[in-house]
C-alpha cells in the first residue's frame, strides 16, 4: 500500500483515474490492499461526512468529532488486512468509529470525576453527559442560530450511550435496526428495546417540540 | 401521545410520539467534513507508519544488549566503589602523614606508640605545629612510660585482684595511740627510750644517749648524755631493732664509764 506516497497529489486529480461506474466498498478495499493509492482516497471521501456527522451528533464538539472520524479513518487503513468482506463495510467502520466515541465519552466522564464540579452536581445533573458549552462557531452559522437544532442537539448529547449510539444511527443516519445491530454487536431485539427507551427519554426533554 | 398504532408498529414506532421524535430528529442538519480532511488523514497515516528502513536485527540487539550491558554496570558500579572505599580509608592517614611535620633527628616511635591518631589529627588543624614529642608529652603526661624510679603512687597502680591478696599497711594516721604506759609490742627502741626522755642514737657501742629531755623521768633518774643504754624492762637493745616485748622503760641498765648500773625510773 503506497497511500501515503501520494501525498503530493490532490484528491482531484486522483479521480479522473477511477473507473466511471462506481466500485464496491470492497472492491475498493482490495485495490488498496493491492496497493491502489487512488482507492483509499475514494473510501475517504465516500464515508467521511457520514461519519463526521455522526461523530458530531454523538460527542456535540465538531473539532472533537473531525478528529475522531480522522483517527477513525487511520484505524481502518492500517486494520486493512484483519478486514473480512463477508461483512459490511459501512458497519465495520461505523463500529470503529462507535468505539472511539465511547472511549472518548468515557475519558470525559474520567475527567469530570477529577473535576471540582462533579461535587456540587446534584442526582438529577449526575444522569447528564458531561458536556462544556462549546463556543466555537460551527461551520454553518445557520445551525448556531436555530435554537430547536440546539436545544435537539443537547438532548442527543445528554443521552446515555446505550441510548444515544442507536438513536443517532437510526434517526439521524438512517441506519437499518439490523445494522445497528450489527454495529452495537447486540441482539435486534436488544437493539431496537435500546432505540425505543432513548426516544422516550427525548421525548420527555422534546416535547415542546412536538 | 402514547396511542398504539399497528401499522407504525410495523415500523418500529411503538408510539405516534415516538415517530415524532424520530421525525424531529431527522431534520437535523448534516455536518460536513472540513475540506482537508483527506489531507489530514493521509498526514496521520503517514505519521503513524512504522517505519521499515530499520533492520530488524536491531531490536533483538538492543534486547539482548540492555540487560547485559545492565549488569556490566552494577558490576563495575561496586567494583569502582569498593575500590574508591579502600582509597578513602587510608586517605586521612596519608593526609596526616603529610601534614604532620616529619620528625628530623629523633624519630620516636615510642612516643607514637602513646599518641593516638586523634591528637596527631587535632594538632595538624592547629595554627602552629610542633613537634610530635612535645605534643604528646603535654597531652598524655600520665602514659609516659617511667623506667626506673618508683614513685609513691606505684602501689596503687596494683590491679585490683592484687590488691584483694597483698596485706594491707597500717598507714600513720590509722596506727593505734600509744602511750608510755602501755607500749605496743614490737615498739623501736629509740622510740621507747625517747618517750622516757633520752635522746640516743645507736652506735658501735649499742643506743648511747645524747641527751636528756629535762623533766622527764629520765632527766629524774639521773641519766646523763654519753651513758649507754644496754637495757630496757630486762630487754637487751644489742641491735637497731625493736624492743621484743612490751616495754615501759621502769627499769634501765646503764653503761657509764665502764660500769653497768640498774636504774629504776619512776
Do not use: C
Request: proline share 7%; aromatic share 6%; hydrophobic share 40%.
Amino acid at each position: 500500500m503506497a497511500f501515503d506516497n501520494a501525498n503530493s497529489i490532490g484528491v482531484e486529480e486522483l479521480r479522473p483515474s477511477m473507473p466511471e461506474e462506481k466500485l464496491s466498498d470492497h472492491a475498493l478495499i482490495e485495490a488498496t490492499r493491492n496497493g491502489d493509492e487512488t482507492a483509499f482516497e475514494e473510501i475517504v471521501s465516500r464515508y467521511r461526512n457520514s461519519i463526521t456527522n455522526y461523530l458530531y451528533r454523538f460527542l456535540n464538539d465538531y473539532e472533537e468529532a473531525v478528529d475522531l472520524a480522522q483517527e477513525t479513518f487511520v484505524r481502518v487503513y492500517f486494520a486493512l488486512d484483519r478486514y473480512h468482506t463477508q461483512f459490511a463495510f459501512s458497519t465495520y467502520i461505523y463500529r470503529i468509529a462507535t468505539n472511539l466515541a465511547i472511549s472518548e465519552i468515557r475519558r470525559r466522564k474520567r475527567r469530570k470525576l477529577l473535576s471540582l464540579t462533579g461535587l456540587f452536581q446534584t442526582e438529577e445533573d449526575s444522569t447528564v453527559e458531561f458536556q462544556p458549552t462549546d463556543h466555537r462557531m460551527l461551520q454553518d452559522d445557520e445551525l448556531v442560530d436555530d435554537e430547536r437544532t440546539e436545544v435537539i442537539a443537547r438532548a442527543i448529547a445528554a443521552l446515555p450511550e446505550k441510548y444515544r449510539v442507536p438513536v443517532v444511527l437510526r434517526d439521524i443516519e438512517g441506519k437499518s435496526y439490523d445494522e445497528i445491530a450489527e454495529i452495537m454487536e447486540l441482539g435486534l431485539g436488544t437493539t431496537k428495546s435500546r432505540i425505543s427507551r432513548g426516544r422516550g427519554l427525548l421525548k420527555e426533554k422534546l416535547q415542546h417540540y412536538l | 401521545m402514547g396511542n398504539l398504532d399497528p401499522k407504525k408498529l410495523e415500523m418500529g414506532f411503538e408510539s405516534l410520539d415516538e415517530k415524532k421524535i424520530s421525525q424531529l430528529l431527522a431534520t437535523m442538519p448534516r455536518i460536513e467534513a472540513p475540506g482537508d480532511f483527506a489531507f489530514r488523514v493521509k498526514a496521520r497515516i503517514a505519521e503513524a507508519r512504522p517505519v521499515n528502513s530499520k533492520p530488524m536485527w536491531l531490536p533483538t540487539a538492543l534486547k539482548a544488549a540492555a540487560p547485559l550491558g545492565l549488569a556490566v554496570f552494577i558490576g563495575g558500579y561496586f567494583a569502582a566503589s569498593s575500590l574508591y572505599q579502600t582509597d578513602d580509608a587510608g586517605a586521612p592517614q596519608a593526609a596526616i602523614e603529610t601534614a604532620m611535620p616529619a620528625p628530623v633527628s629523633q624519630p620516636a616511635p615510642e612516643v607514637m606508640a602513646f599518641t593516638p591518631p586523634v591528637v596527631a589529627a587535632e594538632e595538624v588543624n592547629t595554627p602552629v605545629v610542633q613537634p610530635v614529642r612535645e605534643v604528646a608529652a603535654r597531652r598524655t603526661p600520665a602514659r609516659r612510660p617511667v623506667a626506673s624510679t618508683p614513685t609513691v603512687e606505684e602501689p596503687n597502680r596494683r590491679s585490683f585482684d592484687e590488691a584483694l591478696t597483698i596485706p594491707r599497711e597500717p598507714s600513720p594516721s590509722q596506727e593505734p595511740v600509744k602511750t608510755v604506759d602501755t607500749p605496743a609490742k614490737g615498739t623501736p627502741a629509740g622510740e621507747v627510750l625517747t618517750r622516757i626522755g633520752i635522746e640516743a642514737l645507736f652506735g658501735e657501742n649499742g643506743w648511747k644517749a645524747q641527751s636528756v629531755i629535762p623533766n622527764t623521768a629520765a632527766s629524774r633518774a639521773g641519766i646523763k648524755a654519753g651513758d649507754i643504754i644496754e637495757s630496757v624492762d630486762d630487754q637487751d637493745l644489742t641491735d637497731l631493732g625493736s624492743v621484743g616485748k612490751p616495754a615501759t622503760g621502769k627499769k634501765l641498765r646503764v653503761k657509764r664509764d665502764g660500769k653497768s648500773v640498774e636504774i629504776k625510773i619512776d
